[in-house]
């Protein structure tokens, strides 16, 4: 990154506090628990977070990089994040879904650095192409660096109609010029039916990535707007003196939640996405779709396991 680019500091939040409940018939094969596939080796010497911890160190420095875990996980997180300072990892007392997750990593950043731009990304993903990956997401943060009132997703290029994606529909193109190409956002469609899928893909529509960059203080905005009582509780539950936050208390007065549904369906009109082109993109969210993915990886570890599919005991 040159200077040009570091006008507006740049965070990442890795989101890693999910379980993974759709994977564990692979990872009781592999492991002998149900241990949550970001904290699992499925191919070569890095965890899926330590992937895409990598992955981000290519475009925002570890120091400005915070992974969001959730408590009951330290046995798997403590041993993976040791050389990460405390500030960098947020440990909330229970899972209230990525809502809840993604408002305090928000309170957090903007404690230190209101005007920052901060990119979000889950843990468990996996890129074909991680350089046309990082190309596309060093350009999603100098969108953002020059838009202060929308949020822009990262839209993969879709190869079939899947139905246990979110799909985003994209509206008039706003910027193209030599790189991937910039949308206004149309509607979300999630986890559509076949057929509806179907029709996604010929319209070429986007699977949602749910990575996500943009303002700090548009990111709140949004959050202030769709679920006050999580940006209250946030914004109440701050020691100012000591910089601290209550998370027991704040979360034990928060419901589930989930920030596509809540917030990003709330306001299309302010969103914006970013098309990433043939980058091979998975959620890695089935053991078949692991298999799919990173089967003719070198060095992966599921080839042993074979490709039989794989359904929950």
Known sequence: MNSAENKTSRWAVILAGGSGTRLQPLTRRMFGEGRPKQFCKLFGDRTLLGHTQARISRVIPPE?????????????????????????????????????????????????????????????????????????????????????????????????????????????????????????????????????????????????????????????????????????????????MAGRFDADKIYSSLASGDFSKQVLSAFPDRLTVLRLDNVGWSDLGTPERVMAAVGGCAGNRIARFGTTPLTAA
């Open 64 to 240: 400005r990089t915070m992974c969001v875990v959730i408590k009951a996980h330290s046995s798997y997180y403590r041993q993976e994040l040791t050389g990460v300072a405390s500030s960098g990892v947020l440990e909330q007392p229970i899972d209230r879904g990525t809502t809840a997750a993604i408002a305090y990593s928000l309170a957090r950043i903007a404690a230190m650095e209101p005007a920052a731009v901060a990119g979000f990304f889950p843990a468990d993903h996996y890129f074909a192409d991680e350089d046309s990956f990082t190309a596309s997401l060093n350009r999603a943060y100098r969108v953002a660096d020059m838009s202060s009132d929308t949020l822009l997703l990262l839209g993969a290029q879709p190869d079939r109609p899947e139905v246990e994606y979110g799909w985003i529909e994209p509206g008039r193109e706003l910027l193209r010029s030599g790189g991937p190409s910039l949308f206004r956002v149309n509607r979300f469609w999630e986890k559509p039916s076949a057929e509806v899928a179907r029709g996604l893909l010929d319209r070429g529509c986007l699977w949602n990535t749910f990575v996500m960059i943009g303002r700090v203080r548009t990111f709140l905005a949004a959050l202030k707007q769709s679920v006050p009582n999580v940006f209250r509780a946030f914004a109440s539950g701050v020691d100012r």
